[in-house]
């Protein structure tokens, strides 16, 4: 059994009630290669509160885009089951988890998956094309979008001709541009000089603020971790428990990065 990491009924500020936009619950998700069996994530106990900035961190394997994938219903458990408010994702037809991936979710890939003889407009316009807006609407929005990400005049660029730390604002536009409540990405700030990778995390934190987004950012970089509201980590299938520093190199890492664990109503 992992461990709740924060106290679903706490407040926050004086009058908000605190709400929890994702849950998971005893998280298992097996993978089989051959004879092999690998389980990346043996139990996961989760709750996350809507507006929450939150970083997942742990060595690489850990389980850190397997967890991403699995909240996006991109990828279905072994075991165990995943809430988005009072919905249960296993309960939901196709249609509307389709809904649920493409409108309530954006996702930041860890590769970020543009395509390269498309334009920047064009790869931010897909997932409004996929929803069935007319192509205008969604290259003018996508044009917005760009300019919102700092790319302003670069909309008819090829994206395989940008620069990585301007094709991951691409990425981010394509993932806000259907309006998501829910930003889930994937080593946004992996492959990034450390420049680009600071004005990425701030890019992530306007936007996170201005479109009150819930955000939860898989990461390697841990410096920039703690400056999110919470850290979650993730070590051997489990997420380390809340008031512990956890054992092995990810807890070392973290420790020595200064991550702490926070206690309930400790915002960032
Ligand atoms: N589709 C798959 N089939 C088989 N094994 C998989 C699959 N996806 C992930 N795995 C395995 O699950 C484990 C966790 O992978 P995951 O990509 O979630 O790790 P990660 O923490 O994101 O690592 P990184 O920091 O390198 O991105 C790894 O051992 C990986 O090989
Ligand atoms: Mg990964």
Same mark, same amino acid.
């Given at each position: ?14 009058? +908000? ?7 998971? $619950?005893?998280?298992?998700? =097996? ?7 690998? !389980? ?6 989760? =709750? ?17 885009? !397997? ?10 458990? +072994? ?28 996702? &930041? ?38 300019? $919102? ?20 604002? &691409? ?15 994937? $080593?946004? !700030? ?23 987004? !819930? ?45 702490? &664990? ?7």
């Amino acid at each position: 059994m992992g461990v709740v990491l924060i106290d679903e009924a706490h407040q926050v500020g004086a009058t +908000t009630r605190a709400e929890t936009i994702l849950r998971a $619950e005893a998280l298992r998700k =097996s993978f089989r290669s051959g004879s092999q069996e690998i !389980t990346p994530l043996e139990g996961i106990d989760l =709750s996350i509160e809507r507006g929450e900035l939150i970083a997942v961190v742990g060595p690489s394997g850990a389980g850190k885009s !397997t967890l991403l994938h699995l909240l996006a219903a991109l990828d279905t458990p +072994t075991n165990g089951e995943v809430y988005f408010g009072a919905k249960l994702l296993r309960s939901l037809a196709e249609v509307e988890l389709a809904e649920y991936r493409n409108r309530a979710v954006g996702f &930041v890939w860890q590769r970020h998956h543009l395509l390269p003889d498309f334009t920047a407009a064009e790869n931010v316009a897909m997932p409004m094309l996929v929803q069935g807006q007319a192509l205008s609407t969604a290259l003018r929005v996508a044009g917005d979008w760009l300019a $919102e990400v700092g790319l302003a005049g670069r909309a008819g660029q090829r994206a395989g001709e940008l620069s990585g730390g301007e094709q991951q604002r &691409v990425a981010i536009a394509r993932a806000l541009v259907n309006g998501p409540e829910i930003l889930l990405a994937d $080593e946004p !700030t992996g492959d990034l000089d450390e420049r680009s990778a600071e004005a990425i995390f701030e890019l992530i934190q306007r936007l996170h603020r201005t479109h009150h987004l !819930t955000s939860i950012l898989a990461t390697h970089n841990l410096s920039l971790a703690k400056r999110t509201d919470r850290v979650l980590a993730l070590e051997h299938g489990k997420l380390a428990p809340s008031a512990e520093v956890p054992a092995g190199a990810a807890g070392r890492a973290a420790r020595s990065a200064g991550i702490g &664990v926070r206690t309930p109503g400790e915002r960032g």
